[in-house]
C-alpha cells in the first residue's frame, strides 16, 4: 500500500533547511512506496490550521526549481515556534493533528528543526503509538546554534560559521589599516552555547591571528578581566579584535547584555546586546578607538556564503529521514557521527528523538583555555572541516537567484 | 628618461581599492617609461614618515599575487585619514613630501581615495607646479558613499551596494516565515548622500517587495510620518521591512541617531545608532515584533561578494592613471562616464582634482518618491549595472584567499 508523506519545518532559520527538504522531495520522488508528499505551511501549526500544499506537484520532474530550493536560506514552507498540548492534559490538538493527517492519508510525518521540534516529534509518534496510528514520524535536525545531542554537529551550523569566519577576516583587513589603537567588538549568537562565537576562530590564517580573544558562555564573564585582555593585547598589537557570544554572563550567571539596559530620552528601555555594553566600557577603560558589530540574523540566513559540506548533509539527512520510515523506523531523528577528521567522512544514523527533545549541547570546558578567552586546538579541529567548500550560485540581476516562499498565512 | 612611481590608498576602506592598486601595478610593469613602482604605507603619512615599500620587487612576475591583491578588501598599503598642512601656512609637510620623491626618484605620483585624498593631490600637484617640480600627480577615485563629483559613480560603491541588496533579500527570506506581525529595521551607512540606503532597493525581485519603505538623508524625515507609513504598510502585509540611512534628520536637520543618546547604568554615555532608536519607537507606537540590523562595516569588507562590474572598473581606473601620467596629465582623478545603460558602457577618462576635491555628491530629490520613502525607478535604472557580475574567489580551509596586508606602522 502507498503512503503519503508530510513535512513541515519549524524554530528558527538557517540557510541549509530548504537543502533537507529537498533531501526529503529527492528521496520520495524516487521511491515506489510513496504516493504525494505534502507540506505543512507553517510547520504543525499549518496542520492545525488545514494549511498544507502538494509538495509532488510543486517540484517533481523539476530539477531547476529543486536545486534553487536547495540553496535558499531559510523556510520554504515557513515556520512556527508552536508547542503543541500535552494530549494527557488537554487532547484538543492531537486530535485535530490526526485528523488533519488522516484526511490526506498521511503514512509518514517529517519534521525539520531543532530541541523544541523534537518535542513535537516525540509527542506525535508518541500518541500514534498508543492509539494505534500506522503513521512513522521521523524528525531531521537543525539548528545554527550547534546545541543538539546525539548529534556530531547540527546542519545550519557550518554556514553560519563559515559566514561568521569570513566576516571576522574581512573585518580584520578592515581595521588594520590605520596607525592607531583601536578594538573591534564582534558579538556573535548563541544564548547559552557558544559553538558560533568560538568559529570566528576559523577566521585565523597564515598572516591573521584574529580575533585575538574569544568569550564564550561555558565559561564564566569577568568584566575586569575583560578590560585586563585587552589591555594586555594593545602591548602586542594595535589593532584588537575580540568575538564575544551574546550569552556571556557573570560568575553569578547574570548576562552581560543585561548590564546594557538603557533608556532613551523619553525615558523608555532600549534593547540592544553586550556589544554595545562592552564598547562603552572599553571606550571608558582604556580610551582608545573602539566599535561594536553585531552580526545579526546575517549569520543565519546569509546563504551566498553556505558551506557545501553543509548543504550537502543537510540534503543527505533529509534522504536519510525517507529512508528511515520506509524501513519502519519511527520516533527518530536522523543524525551523523563523525568517522574521521583527515579525511572528513561522516556515516548517517538515526537516533532517539527522547534523548534530544528539550536538550542542549554545549562546549566542553576543556576545549577552552584555562583563562577563558580563547579556544583550544581540539576545538579548531573539530571546527575546521565544517566550513569546507563553496556553492556554486546563480545570480539574478546582481542577486542570488533563490526560490519564492510560499504564501504563509 | 625612466621615472618612478609612488602609489597610495587613502581615507575609508572599500572592497575594490587594491583593485585600482592591482591596475596601477599591471598598466606601470607593462611600461618602458616606468622604472620601479613604490608604495606609501598609511598614505601621504608613510610619504612623511620615509615608510615606502618596494612593489615592482613585490609583485613584477607574480601573476597570481597580483590576482590575490585585486579581489582583497581594503587597503594592502594601509591607510591615513592626514590633512597635509597648507603650504601658504606652514610650509613643513609638503618640503618633507618633496624631500622623500626626490630621494626615490618619484616622477609619478598617484593617490587612491575619496574627496579628502583629491585635497592631498590637488595640494602636491599645484605645489609641483608652483615650484618648478617635474611630477605628474593624478587621483584615482574611491568610495563606498558614491558622493563623488564629476564621475558617474565611485568604485567601491558598486560591491557594497551588491552586498546591501543581497544581505536584504536574505533577512526578508528570514522574516517571512512567521505570520505574526514584524517589522525589520536595516540602518545603512551614508551620513549625507544616500545612495547605499538607495542601493537596498535592488533586493527587491519578482516575490520580494522589501525594502518596503526606504529612508535617505535627502529627505527630511519625521518620526510621525515612520510610524504611520509603518501602520499602512502592515495594513497590507503582515512583514515590513525598513532601510533607514544612518544619515537621516529631521526639518532642522537634527540627526535622528542623535536622539538615540543613551546612558547605561553608570550613566556614561552608550553611542548607538537610529536603528535602535527606531525600533525602540516602533515597539513603544505599534507594539509587534521589531528588531533592528546595522550592517555596519561589512558593507564596505564583503568582498566575497563583490561586484564584478564593481572590481573591473576599478582596475581600469588603476590602469587609466598611469596612461595619464605618462601622457602629461597632472592634478586630475580618472574618472568614468556611463555611455549607455542597456547595453552598459562606460568610458574612461581624467577630470580636473579641484572638482571633486572637498566636495560631495548627493541623490537628485527628483530621484526620490514625493513622500520621501521610496526611491523612483530613474534611480532603480541607474543602480542595477553597478551590481552585476560575480568574481570568481578562491578559498583556503572554508575562508577566502587574501593577500596580507603589509606591515603598517
Chains 1, 2 share one sequence.
Not at 503514512?107 to 492509539?131: P, Q
Not at 565559561?219 to 594586555?232: G, L, R, V
Not at 543524525?335 to 534530544?356: F, G, W
Amino acid at each position: 500500500m502507498k503512503g503519503n508523506v508530510l513535512v513541515g519545518q519549524s524554530g528558527g532559520p538557517t540557510t541549509v533547511i530548504n537543502a533537507s527538504l529537498a533531501g526529503v522531495l529527492g528521496a520520495a520522488f524516487n521511491c515506489e512506496q510513496i504516493d504525494t508528499v505534502y507540506g505543512m505551511v507553517n510547520g504543525i501549526q499549518g496542520v492545525i490550521n488545514d494549511h498544507i500544499i502538494d509538495l509532488t506537484k510543486e517540484f517533481k520532474g523539476n530539477e531547476k526549481k529543486l536545486e534553487q530550493l536547495r540553496i535558499t536560506p531559510s523556510m520554504f514552507l515557513g515556520s512556527c515556534r508552536y508547542k503543541l498540548k500535552d494530549p494527557a492534559v488537554d487532547v484538543s490538538d492531537m486530535e485535530r493533528v490526526f485528523e488533519i493527517l488522516k484526511k490526506y492519508n498521511i503514512r509518514y510525518f517529517l519534521y525539520i528543526g531543532g530541541n523544541d521540534s523534537m518535542d513535537t516529534v516525540n509527542k506525535v509518534s508518541k500518541y500514534a503509538k498508543e492509539n494505534g496510528y500506522d503513521i512513522q514520524v521521523i524528525g531531521i535536525p537543525k539548528t545554527i546554534d550547534n546545541d543538539l545531542m546525539e548529534i556530531d554537529h547540527t546542519p545550519g551550523f557550518g554556514s553560519a560559521a563559515k559566514y561568521i569566519a569570513t566576516s571576522v577576516l574581512e573585518m580584520a583587513h578592515d581595521t588594520y589599516i590605520y596607525y592607531m589603537q583601536s578594538v573591534l567588538i564582534v558579538e556573535i549568537m548563541g544564548r547559552n552555547a557558544g559553538w558560533l562565537t568560538a568559529a570566528s576562530v576559523l577566521a585565523r590564517n597564515s598572516y591573521n591571528a584574529a580575533p585575538h580573544l574569544i568569550y564564550l558562555p561555558e565559561s564564566n564573564f569577568s568584566t575586569e578581566q575583560f578590560i585586563a585582555d585587552i589591555k594586555e593585547q594593545l602591548k602586542q598589537r594595535k589593532q584588537v579584535i575580540v568575538a564575544v557570544s551574546e550569552g556571556i554572563h557573570d560568575e553569578n550567571g547574570e548576562y552581560i547584555s543585561a548590564k546594557s539596559t538603557k533608556t532613551d530620552q523619553f525615558g523608555h528601555v532600549m534593547l540592544s546586546g553586550n556589544g554595545k555594553y562592552l564598547e562603552s566600557l572599553v571606550q571608558k577603560e582604556i580610551g582608545c578607538k573602539v566599535r561594536s558589530v553585531e552580526l545579526n540574523v546575517l549569520q543565519r540566513c546569509a546563504a551566498h556564503i553556505s558551506s557545501a559540506t553543509d548543504v550537502s548533509e543537510a540534503f543527505h539527512l533529509g534522504e536519510k529521514a525517507v529512508d528511515a520510515v520506509l524501513n519502519g523506523r519511527t520516533d527518530e531523528m536522523t543524525s551523523l557521527q563523525r568517522i574521521s577528521n583527515d579525511p572528513y567522512v561522516v556515516e548517517y544514523t538515526t537516533v532517539p528523538v527522547s534523548k534530544v527533545a528539550n536538550k542542549e549541547k554545549k562546549i566542553p570546558r576543556e576545549w577552552i583555555n584555562e583563562a577563558g578567552n580563547d579556544v583550544k586546538q581540539e576545538l579548531v579541529d573539530y571546527l575546521k572541516p565544517l566550513i569546507e567548500g563553496e556553492l556554486k550560485m546563480e545570480y539574478n540581476q546582481g542577486i542570488p537567484n533563490y526560490i519564492k516562499p510560499v504564501d504563509i498565512d
